[in-house]
């Protein structure tokens, strides 16, 4: 896989970043460890992490994030891979409530350290925003701990572009360090904006991607791949899709964006999973796409979409 520059950073990592919300959870520590040694086996340096990642399953907490930890640990890999994790979401149990005070950023911050078994985080991403919350000093609190030593850039993930521009034109104004990248739900199936079942999260809309096409800003989008929704398509199986999912990605919308996908893969003899992750990775600004599966052959297949050259033409018209 080909090592890419995030701008503004000496951060380099690869073209496909592997998310790992099944690790631990419906992903015991031995299958965990197959995926991520795949993964690296074929070039990938670029690991996404959460601090709440399978606390929605009862008994031990941030099981995402200790998993990672003790393969690290027991491969003596850590110099060679980019570290992300992210904090400060809201307790599961009061998702309406807001935790980006800077005790709660810092208490998950430490946490997520000891259970990653690191010194430093490489980018540490807000997993939720605080409209209420100034920008200023939640940049003061990611500035303090990056003074710190305890990470060496951050991100937002789920903000809306005009907070990122709030954010990042008061870090010009005070030099201090702003946000490096964006993570943001986006792939190229069409989305329900107003459905979707996680009200706190924030899907790509058109405010936020000319954000990024007017200042180059990263995006890292997560769920790159739309849950597997156009697999699932080619098999005849939206109808079996759960209801959130259905809420989230419209039929008769994205049977059309389908034969469009399917039409590029015929045209450049890729795989519809693959077209799917080619669209983010051919956008005019630095995208990363988080890759998310349970299974090593599916991890094999979404990486040979690494390389993938779509022509402008091809890119507009997956967009519908």
């Given at each position: 896989m080909k090592q890419i520059h995030l701008p503004n950073t000496d951060l380099v990592v690869s073209e496909i970043c592997l998310g790992s919300g099944p690790f631990g959870g419906s992903l015991g520590r031995?299958?965990?460890?197959a995926l991520l040694d795949a993964y690296v086996e074929q070039g990938g340096t670029f690991i996404d992490?959460?601090?709440?990642?399978?606390?929605?399953?009862?008994?031990?907490k941030s099981r995402s994030e200790k998993t990672i930890g003790a393969w690290m640990k027991e491969r003596g890999n850590r110099a060679s891979l980019v570290i992300g994790t992210k904090g400060a979401h809201p307790f599961l149990h009061s998702m309406q409530v807001p935790r980006l005070s800077?005790?709660?950023?810092v208490t998950d911050l430490d946490e997520s350290l000891a259970f990653l078994q690191v010194e430093t985080i490489d980018l540490y991403w807000l997993h939720r925003d605080d409209r209420s919350r100034p920008v200023e000093e939640i940049l003061g609190t990611l500035n303090a701990q990056r003074e710190a030593g305890k990470i060496r850039y951050f991100g937002a993930s789920n903000w809306r572009a005009d907070r990122l521009r709030e954010a990042q034109e008061y870090a010009a104004r005070a030099g201090?360090?702003?946000?490096?990248?964006?993570?943001?739900?986006?792939?190229?199936?069409?989305?329900?904006?107003?459905?979707?079942?996680?009200?706190?999260?924030?899907?790509m809309d058109q405010d936020l991607l000319r954000y990024h096409h007017e200042t180059g800003f990263p995006a890292i989008p997560y769920t790159s791949q739309a849950n597997g929704l156009f697999d699932r398509i080619a098999k005849g199986e939206y109808d079996g899709l759960g209801q959130n999912l259905k809420q989230t990605y419209p039929k008769a919308a994205n049977l059309?964006?389908?034969a469009r996908i399917r039409e590029v893969a015929e045209q450049t003899g890729k795989t519809v999973n693959q077209i799917v992750l080619a669209y983010l990775l051919n956008q005019p600004f630095v995208t990363v796409p988080i890759i998310g599966t349970t299974k090593v052959s599916h991890l094999l297949d979404s990486l040979q979409a690494a390389g993938t050259e779509l022509t402008a033409a091809q890119v507009e018209y997956l967009a519908g």
């Open positions: 031995k299958d965990s460890f992490a959460a601090h709440i990642y399978n606390d929605w399953i009862p008994g031990e800077s005790q709660e950023i201090v360090q702003g946000f490096s990248a964006d993570q943001v739900l986006w792939n190229v199936a069409v989305i329900d904006h107003a459905n979707l079942p996680d009200k706190t999260m924030f899907a059309d964006r389908y």
